[in-house]
């Protein structure tokens, strides 16, 4: 099955400003997940989106994060002001045909100065 | 929360077999996954087996699970060099309502050489 794209596949920022993440294109999925991968550390759930609504998230996502699919298509991610901390890869994921399975995009690194 | 655990490296030569071995503790897992992650790339979904099943085997790979010791291995058979990289286990926890959202080990860095 094909994977989802990510865009942009890099982006530097400066604390305390905010930064929308991207998932393109998506269409005919009803899961869509978040992760997040801090360098050197594992894959960390942060957000499942079901049927346009969040169904569920992880202590990690908390109020600086929110998730949309604005357009029916595009799912984003939204950190509102972003913290050095924030700095890491984040995939984004869709369910398959079938609802165990999840494939991943090949994720933007950001970096938070 | 649960915790997924795996040994962080692995060295095979060229031609034998790899077992990668993971350990999890919530017994309540529905679904076990390995995810491959090569450098600079995303996660590929290799392979998963349900809680039920105690084997699976796809082309060179076989999954064991495991309940009772809540253990999960991954064999490469054959392991070639482009079989280098970091492997993920993960366990999934079924809601229907919730979706299947992961939880992953920190992974087995499988350095194959010649």
């Known amino acids: 099955e094909p994977e989802v794209t990510q865009t942009p596949s890099h982006q530097v920022t400066q604390m305390g400003q905010e930064v929308i993440l991207r998932c393109v294109p998506i269409s005919n999925h009803l899961y869509f997940y978040w992760y997040r991968q801090i360098l050197g550390q594992k894959v960390e759930f942060l957000v499942s989106?079901?049927?346009?609504?969040?169904?569920?998230k992880s202590e990690i996502f908390d109020d600086q994060f929110s998730v949309e699919r604005p357009d029916g298509s595009n799912f984003t991610l939204k950190i509102r002001s972003t913290k050095l901390e924030d700095s890491a890869m984040y995939f984004c994921?869709?369910?398959?045909?079938?609802?165990?399975?999840?494939?991943f995009g090949p994720g933007t690194r950001l970096l938070v100065l | 929360g649960e915790d997924v655990e795996q040994s962080l490296f692995l060295s095979v030569r060229e031609g034998d077999s790899s077992v990668i071995n993971c350990t999890y503790t919530d017994s309540s897992s529905t679904y076990l996954y390995w995810y491959k992650q090569e450098p600079g790339a995303g996660l590929q979904l290799l392979t998963y087996i349900f809680s039920n099943m105690d084997m699976k085997q796809d082309q060179r790979l076989t999954v064991l699970l495991n309940k009772k010791d809540k253990h999960l291995s991954l064999r490469i058979a054959d392991t070639q060099t482009g079989d280098s990289a970091i492997y993920f286990c993960a366990e999934s926890n079924s809601d229907s309502n919730s979706g299947y959202a992961l939880n992953f080990g920190k992974g087995t860095s499988l350095l194959v050489t010649p």
């Open positions: 989106f079901y049927n346009n609504e969040i169904s569920e």
């Open positions: 994921a869709r369910g398959g045909t079938t609802q165990e399975t999840q494939y």
